[in-house]
């Protein structure tokens, strides 16, 4: 069984940064990609960026983040972290933290087989 959590949601001013981070339960964290989604209200949930698993990092990003976010992991820590620059009032949702059922960067929720319970980030204009 895997659990994660996430931290760091907030409400930042338009133009401002967040860091969220995502803490990982299990042994072989490192071999598994990691990614991010966010759901705001009323709307589907959607990728944002994800992590590769094992030796070779590649990342993956949604158009609306590259740019602007950057995923990363510790795996010495068992986290996984988004860095969210220069934010806008429709990054305002609910972001998730996922783990992935191999190593490989998908954007797709089937390709994901653990979730955090998210956390809220809110972007005032």
């Known amino acids: 069984q895997v659990q994660l959590v996430e931290s760091g949601g907030a409400l930042v001013q338009a133009g401002g940064s967040l860091r969220l981070s995502c803490a990982a339960s299990g042994r072989t964290f490192s071999a598994y990609a990691m990614g991010w989604f966010r759901q705001a209200p009323g709307k589907e949930r959607e990728f944002v960026a994800a992590i590769s698993g094992g030796f070779v990092i590649f990342t993956n990003y949604a158009d609306s983040a590259k740019g602007r976010f950057t995923i990363s992991r510790d795996n010495a820590k068992n986290t996984v972290a988004l860095l969210m620059n220069s934010l806008k009032p429709e990054d305002t949702a609910v972001y998730y933290c996922?783990?992935?059922?191999?190593?490989?960067?998908?954007?797709?929720?089937?390709?994901?087989?653990?979730w955090g319970q998210g956390t809220q980030v809110t972007v005032s204009s």
């Open positions: 996922a783990k992935g059922r191999g190593t490989g960067v998908q954007g797709m929720e089937e390709a994901y087989d653990y």
